[in-house]
Nanobody
Framework: EVQLVESGGGLVQPGGSLRLSCVASGFTFSHDAMNWVRQAPGKGLEWVSVISSGSLYTSYADSVKGRFAIYRDNAKNTLYLQMNNLKPEDTAVYYC??????????RGQGTQVTVSS
């Protein structure tokens, strides 16, 4: 059974930073691309970023480019999202999802990120 468990969210002021983590199990993590997607209150899912299985390829939504960095540790079955210079519009529940660019399923239960002063 695929399991994805996100953590690291919280309340942060505008301009602050957070690092999200996603621990994967139930599949061969090192074989699959992984994504971060998010859902803001009252809105649909928004794709944020993708990383290839071997970390050679990454891609970002324009809204986060230059501020967020995706990376992974295949030895620890863990995906990360470093978020810098956070803005109120980054407020959302963040999910990790297995699969090629744009995948949103399967995904974990999410971690809440709130950017507010």
């Amino acid at each position: 059974e695929v399991q994805l468990v996100e953590s690291g969210g919280g309340l942060v002021q505008p301009g602050g930073s957070l690092r999200l983590s996603c621990v994967a199990s139930g599949f061969t993590f090192s074989h699959d691309a992984m994504n971060w997607v998010r859902q803001a209150p009252g809105k649909g899912l928004e794709w944020v970023s993708v990383i290839s299985s071997g970390s050679l390829y990454t891609s970002y939504a324009d809204s986060v480019k230059g501020r967020f960095a995706i990376y992974r540790d295949n030895a620890k079955n863990t995906l990360y999202l470093q978020m810098n210079n956070l803005k109120p519009e980054d407020t959302a529940v963040y999910y990790c999802a297995r699969g090629p660019k744009g995948s949103s399923n399967p995904r974990g239960q999410g971690t809440q990120v709130t950017v507010s002063s």
